[in-house]
């Protein structure tokens, strides 16, 4: 599978983003949104499994961001609310067969897209 991140940008500190993932190639598997800000390791924000659209959030996001999906399409989506100066980072879009609370490592998900920065400004 091949994934394609757009829709980063520099935004005020409350303002709203939203980042899209497109898929291409065998598009069956859940997917996920990591972010990784300079200095720190890569966290996983969000994912989404591929099946029953089962949807998992880091908790300092919880209530702020939402993941979507649209199989017909083979996209996925993080729209971003209440943005704060801590979710600066580049954000990458994942893809793989590890699902739920289980699957934080980065190294559980094989295919990743470029990343796309989200700069928040206070």
């Known amino acids: 599978v091949q994934l394609q991140a757009s829709g980063g940008g520099l935004v005020q500190a409350g303002g709203s983003l939203r980042l899209s993932c497109a898929a291409s190639?065998?598009?069956?598997?859940?997917m996920g949104w990591f972010r990784q800000a300079p200095g720190k390791e890569r966290e996983l924000v969000a994912s989404?499994?591929?099946?029953?659209?089962?949807?998992h959030y880091t908790d300092s996001v919880k209530g702020r961001f939402t993941i979507s999906r649209d199989n017909a399409e083979n996209t996925m989506a993080l729209q971003m609310n209440n943005l704060k100066p801590e979710d600066t980072a580049v954000y990458y879009c994942?893809?793989?067969?590890?699902?739920?609370?289980?699957?934080?490592?980065?190294?559980?998900?094989?295919?990743w897209g470029q990343g796309t920065q989200v700069t928040v400004s206070s």
């Open positions: 994942a893809a793989g067969s590890c699902a739920g609370y289980g699957c934080l490592r980065p190294t559980l998900w094989p295919y």
């Open positions: 190639g065998r598009t069956r598997y859940n």
């Open positions: 989404i499994s591929w099946r029953t659209y089962l949807t």
